[in-house]
């Protein structure tokens, strides 16, 4: 009962209490209104700090009656205070070629997500699979493959400056603010009758890449 009370409270504060209190490190969002109203979705976004993580949902829950399930790295559920808040917000874990049988877990992934989107649903992930420098490292095809098997639009996101705020290694933010950019969504119809295949998949996260690139003024040359 106690975690079902919880739970139930987690939209609530991502819907108020939470944009009250980014907003202190959030300077400006422009491309607001390139958020689709009427259908799910794919939130992709470059990933410099561990203050990304809540940045995006913050600014797109409380526009949208809609939950929003992100990918991430399995390795925090086993941290006990981040897996309570990852199963809360219904988050997806995703596993590293190292981890067991991450080929089988990883289909399991993007089968939770289908379901998701298929239930007009958000699904929001960082290409990169983990967090950069500053400079956008290579994409995994995760983005791509799930697009095309959704048939979902994705929407392309830019943060500029968020590992400023909350930078590597530490606990506590800085007295900095950051920008987030938001794309016009990028549709794949083209590419729903040609088969699967990893080149396919590269192009796909080739193009989805040069537009968060674009947003944040950077090039993307993998």
């Known amino acids: 009962m106690p975690y079902l009370i919880v739970h139930s409270m987690v939209y609530p504060i991502a819907k108020v209490v939470l944009p009250l209190i980014y907003k202190l490190w959030l300077r400006k969002v422009e491309g607001i209104e390139n958020i689709p109203k009427d259908k799910p979705f794919i939130v992709a976004a ?6 990304d993580a809540l940045l995006l949902p913050v600014i797109i829950i409380p526009r949208l009656n809609k939950k929003l399930h992100a990918l991430v790295n399995s390795f925090y559920w086993k941290i006990p205070i981040t897996g309570f808040f990852l199963n809360l917000w219904e988050s997806i ?29 958000l699904i929001m992930l960082f290409p990169e699979g983990t967090r950069s420098d500053g400079k956008l490292k290579k994409a995994y095809t995760g983005v791509a ?5 959704s048939k979902a639009l994705v929407l392309p996101c830019g943060i500029i400056g968020s590992n400023k705020v909350l930078p590597k290694g530490k606990i506590f933010p800085r007295f900095a603010r950051c920008e987030v950019k938001i794309g016009k969504p990028i549709y794949f ?34």
Request: a positive charge; zero cysteines.
């Open 145 to 149: 493959k799930l697009a095309l098997k």
């Open 93 to 121: 874990p995703v596993f590293l070629e190292k981890d067991k049988n991450s080929k089988k877990k990883n289909k399991i992934a993007i089968e939770k997500s289908l379901s998701y989107l298929k239930n007009n649903e």
């Open 189 to 222: 119809e083209k590419y729903y009758n040609k088969k699967i295949n990893n080149r396919l998949l590269e192009e796909i996260t080739r193009s989805i890449m040069k537009q968060i690139a674009k947003l944040i003024n950077q090039k993307y040359n993998y």
């Open 46 to 51: 470059n990933h410099t700090s561990y203050y």
